[in-house]
């Protein structure tokens, strides 16, 4: 999401008010962001965010 709206890793860990070695966690599964960040996440790179069951297909 992050290279695809242009951002490089300082950019949006600045935009999101977060470390740039806490973005580069999230990015690479070793830590979880929190729904506050994934939401900030979305807006600033312009996505719709989706929460899928991972048992199901339904979108929860």
């Excluded at 951002?7 to 070793?30: D, K, M, P, V």
């Amino acid at each position: 999401m992050r290279i695809a709206a242009g951002f490089s890793q300082a950019e949006l860990a600045a935009r999101l008010g977060i470390a740039q070695t806490t973005l580069s966690g999230y990015e690479t599964g070793y830590s979880m962001p929190n729904y506050d960040v994934v939401e900030r996440l979305a807006k600033i790179c312009e996505f719709d965010v989706i929460f899928l069951d991972k048992n199901s297909a339904e979108k929860i």
